[in-house]
């Protein structure tokens, strides 16, 4: 490839981190994180690889084992999961079952997404354990947590119930978040359900947690979380027009703390930034030499529309037309796995071809 592409990529990094300070957020928060979800762009972190106890939030990764087990066709929908003494016997938020029942899959997975219930979460847990424990089920997500890149949690059981040595970072539950919404769209609606009501039991206790799912501001989830040791936290996730942000706060005070947290930095993340399509799909970035192919250079050209995510008062002045970073490639490493921003205009060989890759 020819020298001056590199520079270019490299400017555009630069462009693509670079956070203005008008566009800082203060928060109450112990830890916090804001990702926006398309361009990758991380607008808020705080304290965001710290592990911390997660409560309830951890259950998003005991729904994420679930859905890996919906897809590899180790568990069915339909299937009916007998309850233990184990997981009955945990307290807290529950759906009160009983060692008599013989629950469903989805049943219990709305349990544990708008009910939050800690003896759901151990009935899948065992479900899928490969020594039928809850215990041999959280070594489980504590390796599976790393093979997807979340290097700070540790898991001790499947619902955040508090534990030594059962932690996770606000970046990782951002991770977890983006890719249950990434991976598993047939089931993130569930995450937006305001009430699940098992077999007319507790009626008191249908409603979800979420404090944002009824304020019309585009939220659809994802998981609460609050014990004494943890605070209040939530991972939350919002969508806006052709935008969607990730954001976990924890360590809050109260309930009513967290909800008016949660409510200003969705507002701040959709108010102060905006997308600016800074390079056209099609629009030609450079030429990178080929070797032994029929032409001698090829044209490298934008596969999709970039975008740069701006501070809204700043969207006239961003770099525009041949310059920026977005959707494309040159994601933060939250986003998705690291795509190319870059993509031949015409097909030469396969030796090119092959070439390419390699960049």
């Known amino acids: 490839m020819k020298r001056r592409v590199l520079p270019f990529l490299a400017l555009l990094a630069v462009v693509f981190f670079s956070l203005p300070a008008s566009a800082q957020f203060n928060t109450q928060a112990k830890a916090a994180y804001v990702v926006d979800y398309g361009t990758g762009t991380v607008l808020l972190s705080k304290n965001a690889d710290l592990p911390l106890p997660p409560a309830s939030m951890s259950k998003l990764m005991t729904l994420n084992m679930v859905f890996e087990a919906l897809a590899d066709g180790r568990l069915r929908l339909d299937d009916r999961l007998p309850v233990t003494q184990h997981a009955m016997s945990y307290k807290g938020s529950t759906m009160f079952l009983n060692t008599s029942d013989r629950v469903r899959v989805e049943d219990l997975i709305r349990g544990v997404i708008v009910l939050s219930g800690n003896d759901a979460a151990a009935v899948l847990a065992e479900a899928l354990s490969p020594d039928g424990t809850e215990a041999g089920f959280a070594r489980m997500m504590t390796e599976r947590a790393k093979e997807l890149g979340m290097t700070n949690s540790h898991f001790t059981n499947s619902n955040g119930w508090p534990q030594v040595g059962h932690r996770m970072s606000v970046h990782d539950l951002a991770v977890l978040a983006n890719r249950l919404i990434r991976e598993f769209p047939a089931f993130y609606s569930m995450f937006s359900e305001t009430e699940f009501l098992f077999d007319g039991r507790a009626p008191q206790n249908k409603s979800n947690r979420n404090p944002l799912l009824k304020l019309g501001i585009g939220a659809d989830g994802l998981k609460t979380g609050h014990t004494s040791e943890a605070g209040y936290g939530l991972v939350g996730s919002a969508k806006q027009g052709d935008r969607r942000i990730i954001f976990v706060i924890t360590g809050l005070n109260s309930a009513s703390e967290r909800a008016t947290e949660a409510?200003?930095?969705?507002?701040?993340?959709?108010?102060?930034?905006?997308?600016?399509?800074?390079?056209?799909?099609?629009?030609?970035?450079?030429?990178?030499?080929?070797?032994?192919g029929e032409e001698s250079q090829i044209g490298i050209v934008a596969p999709k529309d970039l975008f740069l995510l701006v501070p809204a008062l700043d969207k006239d002045n961003a770099a525009g037309g041949g310059s920026g970073c977005g959707q494309g490639g040159l994601f933060a490493p939250d986003a998705h796995g690291g795509e190319s921003a870059v993509c031949p205009d015409q097909q030469v060989d396969l030796r090119c071809q092959r070439w390419l890759r390699m960049l």
């Open 263 to 292: 409510e200003r930095i969705v507002n701040w993340a959709f108010r102060q930034f905006v997308n600016k399509t800074v390079i056209k799909k099609g629009h030609k970035l450079a030429e990178a030499d080929v070797w032994m």
